[in-house]
């Protein structure tokens, strides 16, 4: 069975560093991407980043770029999502989910099929 | 960036109503789509994918259509279980998602 599993819920202050994780089983870690997925209280989905834990390639989301970091120890099968220095404004749900493709007809369509339980974070001081 | 527009924003229905939602592209996306369902508090879960592949123990009652730049999911009898947000995605963007209320 394929899970994604978050670490707990985070309360930190504003300029705080935080590292969530997202650990994979059930499947070849390594051979598909994880995605990092933000919601803020009672808003929409919106796209973070991809890593592919097979050799750590990993875009973001221009939105992102230079805000968080996503990285990958595909030993322990585990993602990660890293800031530097929080802001109120990271107070979110963060989750993670494997980004699965299907191609057909010289297209390819991509999505998120397995998705963690979610990681909220809240930034106050 | 291919921006995506969902619509509408939020609905009322009643259980057995049939339901369409919709999302436009701004440009074409050859069938690059895909839906997802999130209840409150819980992680989204994917209905669709490539516009109109149902996901493996989804529901007959969703189906997904459209091409080019316009694309629809239906719930053809909505049943309680159903009231749900629903979210439209293309590779790195998400809708703004339609609320379904009871009615």
């Known amino acids: 069975e394929v899970q994604l599993v978050q670490s707990g819920a985070e309360v930190k202050k504003p300029g705080e560093s935080l590292k969530i994780s997202c650990k994979g089983s059930g499947y070849s870690f390594t051979s598909y991407w994880i995605g990092w997925v933000r919601q803020m209280p009672g808003k929409g989905l919106e796209w973070m980043g991809i890593?592919?834990?097979?050799?750590?390639?990993?875009r973001y989301s221009p939105s992102f770029q230079g805000q968080v970091t996503i990285s990958a120890d595909k030993s322990i099968s585990t993602a990660y999502l890293q800031w530097s220095s929080l802001k109120a404004s990271d107070t979110a749900m963060y989750y993670c989910?494997?980004?699965?493709?299907?191609?057909?007809?010289?297209?390819?369509?991509?999505?998120?099929?397995?998705w963690g339980q979610g990681t909220l974070v809240t930034v106050s001081s | 960036d291919i921006q995506m527009t969902q619509s509408p924003s939020s609905l009322s229905a009643s259980v057995g109503d049939r339901v369409t939602i919709t999302c436009r592209a701004s440009?074409?996306?050859?069938?690059?789509l895909a839906w997802y369902q999130q209840k409150p508090g819980k992680a989204p879960k994917l209905l669709l994918y490539a516009a109109s592949r149902l996901e493996s123990g989804v529901p007959s009652r969703f189906s997904g259509s459209g091409s080019g730049t316009d694309y629809t999911l239906t719930i053809s009898s909505l049943q309680p279980e159903d009231f749900a947000t629903y979210y439209c995605q293309q590779s790195e963007t998400f809708g703004q998602g339609t609320k379904v209320e009871i009615k």
């Open positions: 890593i592919y834990p097979g050799d750590s390639d990993t």
């Open positions: 440009q074409g996306i050859s069938n690059s």
């Open positions: 989910a494997r980004r699965a493709r299907y191609c057909s007809g010289g297209s390819c369509s991509h999505n998120f099929d397995y």
